[in-house]
Nanobody, 111 residues
Framework: QVQLQESGPGLVKPSQTLSLTCTVS????????YYWIRQPPGKGLEWIGY???????EYSPSLKSRTSISRDTSKNHFTLQLSSVTPEDTGVYYCLRVPEWGQGTQVTVSS
């Protein structure tokens, strides 16, 4: 059974870097694409980016300059870093491997 679990701080100060980890169980992260998606309050889902089986990445054009996705195959997890955050980056962040989703983690950007 494939499971994904997000972890990271729930509160980040403006201008800092948001860092989240998605720990995957039941399958190797070197298979399939693994995605980060978020949902701001009151808005729809927004794609952030993904990492391919070969470790290459693809990012949303609107977030590309601030986003980095990487992985640690020894720990079977992948991470999201979003720099220079503002309150507009507040939302629930999800990691997924189609069709499985993590439960999501709330991130609030506030001083």
């Amino acid at each position: 059974q494939v499971q994904l679990q997000e972890s990271g701080p729930g509160l980040v100060k403006p201008s800092q870097t948001l860092s989240l980890t998605c720990t995957v169980s039941g399958v190797s992260i070197t298979t399939n694409n693994y995605y980060w998606i978020r949902q701001p309050p009151g808005k729809g889902l927004e794609w952030i980016g993904y990492i391919r089986p070969d470790g290459s990445t693809e990012y949303s054009p609107s977030l590309k300059s601030r986003t980095s996705i990487s992985r640690d195959t020894s720990k079977n997890h992948f991470t999201l870093q979003l720099s220079s955050v503002t309150p507009e980056d507040t939302g629930v962040y999800y990691c997924l491997r189609v069709p499985e989703w993590g439960q999501g983690t709330q991130v609030t950007v506030s001083s």
